[in-house]
T-cell receptor, first 111, second 112 residues
Framework: GESVGLHLPTLSVQEGDNSIINCAYS??????FIWYKQESGKGPQFIIDIRSNMDKRQGQRVTVLLNKTVKHLSLQIAATQPGDSAVYFCAFTSGTYKYIFGTGTRLKVLA | DSGVTQTPKHLITATGQRVTLRCSPR?????VYWYQQSLDQGLQFLIH???????AKGNILERFSAQQFPDLHSELNLSSLELGDSALYFC???????????FGPGTRLTVL
């Protein structure tokens, strides 16, 4: 069945360094991908998205890379800050109004 | 603030009971989604409503049901509650394109 996996359940980075969070998906028909950030006690917050006709999209300090060949998605956070500490989820939809979410990667920013 | 509201924020009840969780989507959004998030687990899609009609079902138990009303708010009903139903329940809404989902703050359900 459809699934989304994350390579690293916990990622610790030094403040100021760049963070890379990875995600693998299994549905080759997926056409839309999203990264969400969830802080403790809060609901998931949209960070950035990308469609399958693109391989890179940049936002403010964040970049999403999509490699459809190997079905891999990554989120890059530049100059990681303490406020970036959270759980990050990747998710995809295959046009059926149904989202599949990964189990999440916890990002810890070390001072 | 995503614009999606959920009530109550916390709910504590006993096994066998029934509860109703409420969600109001962002202004103008016709789609409402419900998710369950257990401790240290990812988001499990439960059900999706669009303009009052059920659009898609995920891993929703038969003890659970939902509906979306004409004013577009939605309710998730959980009955015959079990200890394992303790979780965070999130509601999300999206516009007609159905792309980005905006999540509410969640309802934390504790079943004792």
């Amino acid at each position: 069945g459809e699934s989304v996996g994350l390579h690293l359940p916990t990622l610790s980075v030094q403040e100021g360094d760049n963070s890379i969070i990875n995600c693998a998906y299994s549905n080759s028909a997926s056409d839309y991908f999203i990264w969400y950030k969830q802080e403790s006690g809060k609901g998931p917050q949209f960070i950035i998205d990308i469609r399958s006709n693109m391989d890179k999209r940049q936002g403010q300090r964040v970049t999403v890379l999509l490699n459809k060949t190997v079905k891999h998605l990554s989120l890059q956070i530049a100059a990681t800050q303490p406020g970036d500490s959270a759980v990050y989820f990747c998710a995809f939809t295959s046009g059926t109004y149904k989202y599949i979410f990964g189990t999440g990667t916890r990002l810890k920013v070390l001072a | 603030d995503s614009g999606v509201t959920q009530t109550p924020k916390h709910l504590i009840t006993a096994t066998g009971q029934r509860v109703t969780l409420r969600c109001s989507p962002r202004s103008g959004d016709l789609s409402v989604y419900w998710y369950q998030q257990s401790l240290d687990q990812g988001l499990q899609f439960l059900i999706h409503y669009y303009n009052g009609e059920e659009r898609a079902k995920g891993n929703i138990l038969e003890r659970f049901s939902a509906q979306q009303f004409p004013d577009l708010h939605s309710e998730l009903n959980l009955s015959s509650l079990e200890l394992g139903d303790s979780a965070l329940y999130f509601c999300a809404s999206s516009d007609d394109r159905g792309d980005t989902q905006y999540f509410g703050p969640g309802t934390r359900l504790t079943v004792l």
